[in-house]
């Protein structure tokens, strides 16, 4: 068999290869969260099923969709955690994201749920504030909200 006629053949293969790789990078795949709490960039982590530690605030989404419910743990250096919460019966898109307010990082977990996203936490709360954003998406439309917590201005 040529050369030619070998390349003729693979062509196929690795076209679907890559059509696989970028359905699942763009589309992506089936996992329920987009987030690997073993990536999570120093200070952060999650996503996991719940939070520890007292509520301190819950901030609605728009049209009360949902909600976010942010959670505060002083132990250590202090963490919050969020969650976002969908009102809606059946599985909907929805993502929770935190980060230090004077941080470009940020961690969140994102993926179809019939419940809620999250919880993802960001700890150093004892010396800065956090940016808490959310949303729900039901037919085709985000309903988005969030806030900052622990700030003094």
Same mark, same amino acid.
């Given at each position: 068999?040529?050369?030619?006629?070998?390349?003729?053949?693979?062509? $196929?293969?690795?076209?679907?290869?890559?059509?696989?790789?970028?359905?699942?990078?763009?589309?992506?795949?089936?996992?329920?969260?987009?987030?690997? $709490?073993?990536?999570? $960039?120093?200070?952060?982590?999650? $996503?996991?099923?719940?939070?520890?530690?007292?509520?301190?605030?819950?901030?609605?989404?728009?049209?009360?969709?949902?909600?976010?419910?942010?959670?505060?743990?002083?132990?250590? =250096?202090? %963490?919050?955690?969020?969650?976002?919460?969908?009102?809606?019966?059946?599985?909907?898109?929805?993502?929770?994201?935190?980060?230090?307010?004077?941080?470009? %990082? =940020?961690?969140?977990?994102?993926?179809?749920?019939?419940?809620?996203?999250?919880?993802?936490? !960001?700890?150093?709360?004892?010396?800065?504030?956090?940016?808490?954003?959310?949303?729900?998406?039901?037919?085709?439309?985000?309903?988005?909200?969030?806030?900052? !917590?622990?700030?003094?201005?």
């Amino acid at each position: 068999m040529s050369r030619i006629n070998r390349i003729k053949r693979r062509v $196929p293969s690795v076209a679907a290869v890559c059509g696989l790789v970028a359905g699942a990078v763009f589309g992506g795949a089936g996992a329920a969260s987009a987030t690997d $709490p073993a990536d999570a $960039p120093p200070g952060y982590a999650g $996503p996991f099923s719940s939070c520890k530690g007292s509520p301190v605030t819950r901030m609605p989404l728009a049209d009360r969709v949902g909600y976010i419910q942010v959670w505060y743990d002083g132990a250590g =250096s202090g %963490t919050y955690c969020a969650m976002t919460f969908d009102n809606r019966a059946g599985s909907h898109n929805m993502e929770i994201r935190v980060r230090r307010y004077v941080w470009q %990082t =940020s961690w969140y977990d994102r993926g179809s749920y019939s419940t809620y996203a999250g919880g993802v936490y !960001v700890s150093g709360a004892n010396t800065y504030c956090a940016e808490i954003t959310g949303w729900v998406e039901v037919n085709g439309t985000r309903y988005g909200g969030g806030g900052r !917590v622990g700030c003094d201005d």
